[in-house]
T-cell receptor, first 112, second 114 residues
Framework: DAKTTQPTSMDCAEGRAANLPCNHS???????VYWYRQIHSQGPQYIIH???NNETNEMASLIITEDRKSSTLILPHATLRDTAVYYC?????????????FGKGTRLSVIA | EAQVTQNPRYLITVTGKKLTVTCSQN?????MSWYRQDPGLGLRQIYY???????DKGDVPEGYKVSRKEKRNFPLILESPSPNQTSLYFC?????????????FGPGTRLTVT
């Protein structure tokens, strides 16, 4: 699976959009971009995933650049409950029996 | 409510005393797995199961056993726990959508072995 690079930490004001970047310059054509988050000591939570098109769900939006070498997770209106570590993970398709590899992620602090 | 449940949530035990951590999911997922999380080491997979009666080792299986007799349950068994198994444990199940898998995690079990 391709390696990802994320900033160590970010701050965001409550109510503003949080934009979390991820670089995955070695991504290959059959690899998807996944985002998970982990609120302190809770189980990781799936957020969203995509291949090359932008995706949106009730939690977030995922913007993938045209060359697929980077992506941005957008939380449109961050709340204090969005404070967590966010993980960008690249995985090949049909990889259900392989473990998720969580890197160090980005620690997002939402500030009142 | 769709969820993965684990019990117990917290457990303190002594070396050598067999224990079982239960995991159950109500989403009819075929794929389930166990992870442990340790400071500085991140999440590491212990065992996984692709379906009933099908289990396989993950990255750190030593000292653990699992079984998958029913689709919804995937217990983790420590036959003779040791202090190096003190950790935070997560069970997960996966939903397949096309060629991708979304994993759903339980709330975690914090185990201390003295």
């Amino acid at each position: 699976d391709a390696k990802t690079t994320q900033p160590t930490s970010m701050d965001c004001a409550e109510g503003r959009a949080a934009n979390l970047p991820c670089n995955h310059s070695t991504i290959s054509g059959n690899e998807y971009v996944y985002w998970y988050r982990q609120i302190h000591s809770q189980g990781p939570q799936y957020i969203i995933h995509g291949l090359k098109n932008n995706e949106t769900n009730e939690m977030a939006s995922l913007i993938i650049t045209e060359d697929r070498k980077s992506s941005t997770l957008i939380l449109p209106h961050a709340t204090l409950r969005d404070t967590a570590v966010y993980y960008c993970i690249v995985r090949v398709e049909d990889s259900g029996n392989t473990p998720l590899v969580f890197g160090k992620g980005t620690r997002l602090s939402v500030i009142a | 409510e769709a969820q993965v449940t684990q019990n117990p949530r917290y457990l303190i035990t002594v070396t050598g005393k067999k224990l079982t951590v239960t995991c159950s999911q109500n989403m009819n997922h075929e794929y389930m797995s166990w992870y442990r999380q340790d400071p500085g080491l991140g999440l590491r997979q212990i065992y996984y199961s692709m379906n009933v009666e099908v289990t396989d080792k993950g990255d750190v299986p030593e000292g653990y056993k699992v079984s998958r007799k029913e689709k919804r349950n995937f217990p983790l068994i420590l036959e003779s726990p040791s202090p190096n198994q003190t950790s935070l444990y997560f069970c997960a199940s996966s939903r397949r959508t096309g060629a991708t898998y979304e994993q759903y995690f339980g709330p975690g079990t914090r185990l201390t072995v003295t």
